[in-house]
T-cell receptor, first 113, second 111 residues
Framework: QKEVEQDPGPLSVPEGAIVSLNCTYS??????FMWYRQYSRKGPELLMY????GNKEDGRFTAQVDKSSKYISLFIRDSQPSDSATYLC?????????????FGKGTLLTVNP | DAGVIQSPRHEVTEMGQEVTLRCKPI?????LFWYRQTMMRGLELLIY????????DSGMPEDRFSAKMPNASFSTLKIQPSEPRDSAVYFC?????????FGPGTRLLVL
């Protein structure tokens, strides 16, 4: 079993839809959870991060972590065509900059105008 | 700041040739990471440095791969000899604290 599982999609939604992206993981040592967005032919960029369980909101984006179920989610409200990208979840065992990130394979999202 | 700079952006080479990928991290960042991304395996960490010192190279696939960081503003990832299965996008990232900033990547095709 892979440490981090993520449905690769592709996921296609109409503009304005609510999008739900998810990852599951097997290693209970993961403490920090991140979502990266990667546009085509670009490097990933950090979108959101959370520590342990709970929710975090930033504008149209909400990240949720359920450590008891080893399940994390990213919700995008009022999705826009500019949100079309690959979304990668990532996790690490320790905080600060001295961490190793384990990534999911990414979910390709297309938001249609 | 120009962000993380990688060169070349594209590289096509023949099996058996030596390939050198280059990275200039963001000034002031003390961590540098090399990743490889493929459709099959996703984004994988190969090696990372702290203050120019390699900390963890457990992700380097085999001895054909080597990485150096001679100073705070430059790092190289070398593949010698290259094989077709090394074809991938190679990313360099740097960080000071939390966030890792990725470069645009080098697309490597080994024929």
């Amino acid at each position: 079993q892979k440490e981090v599982e993520q449905d690769p999609g592709p996921l296609s939604v109409p503009e304005g839809a609510i999008v739900s992206l998810n990852c599951t993981y097997s290693n209970s040592a993961f403490q920090y959870f991140m979502w990266y967005r990667q546009y085509s032919r670009k490097g990933p960029e950090l979108l959101m991060y959370t520590y342990s369980s709970g929710n975090k909101e930033d504008g149209r984006f909400t990240a949720q972590v359920d450590k008891s179920s080893k399940y994390i989610s990213l919700f995008i409200r009022d999705s826009q065509p500019s949100d079309s990208a690959t979304y990668l979840c990532a996790m690490s065992r320790s905080g600060g900059s001295n961490y190793k990130l384990t990534f999911g394979k990414g979910t390709l999202l297309t938001v249609n105008p | 700041d120009a962000g993380v700079i990688q060169s070349p952006r594209h590289e096509v080479t023949e099996m058996g040739q030596e390939v050198t990928l280059r990275c200039k991290p963001i000034s002031g960042h003390d961590y540098l990471f090399w990743y490889r991304q493929t459709m099959m395996r996703g984004l994988e960490l190969l090696i990372y440095f702290n203050n120019n010192v390699p900390i963890d190279d457990s992700g380097m696939p085999e001895d054909r791969f080597s990485a150096k960081m001679p100073n705070a503003s430059f790092s190289t990832l070398k593949i010698q000899p290259s094989e077709p299965r090394d074809s991938a996008v190679y990313f360099c990232a740097s960080s000071l604290r939390w966030t890792q900033y990725f470069g645009p990547g080098t697309r490597l095709l080994v024929l």
